[in-house]
């Protein structure tokens, strides 16, 4: 379980710091500083649909969809995104973009960052691949209160990882990354 002061890093060369915890706040807040990598890629859009984050941009100039609408924020601004927006975002500039960002309430979304960095770093390995369809419908099912994607729509979710997960299971997989 994540620390204050724990850092992860992903095979991207963005990095997360986790500077308030679970742990420390009781499960009220999350508060990280993430660091992405000049014209980071734009990630899968998605929602967390019990939490509220709040960005606060200290470096680079960031573009962010919040259902479907793009936004472009610069250092000093701050946008939150409410429970259940879908959204994405990445740095558009030419330096490292860094954001402060809060989480709340926390749930178990060290343990999705985790999880997530985890297997990416493992897929970089040239003895792993990348996660395959029973381990993402496995890990997604566990951290569904956390994360969920955009597409497929989320009573498909539903049935396709509530199907999957328990034969994930009993084939030996685990929803957490080992070190997780």
Known sequence: MAKSGDTLTNPDGEYLRFL????????????????????????????????????????????AALDGVEHTYNVGDTFVVPPGTMHWMNNVSDEEGKLGWQVRPAL???????????????????DAQAPGLLQIALTLHEFRREFRPAKPSYVMQRIVYG??????????????YASA
């Open 108 to 126: 178990n979304t060290e343990s999705f960052f985790e999880t997530m960095w985890g297997f990416a770093n493992a897929s970089q390995n040239d």
């Open 163 to 176: 199907i999957l997960a328990p034969i994930a299971r009993m084939r030996g997989y685990h929803a957490r």
């Open 20 to 63: 308030k915890t679970s742990a420390d706040t009781s499960g009220e807040l999350l508060e990280m500083e993430v660091t992405y990598v000049p014209h980071s890629e734009t990630p899968p859009e998605h929602c967390h649909p019990n939490q509220e984050e709040t960005f606060r941009v200290l470096s680079g100039t960031f573009v």
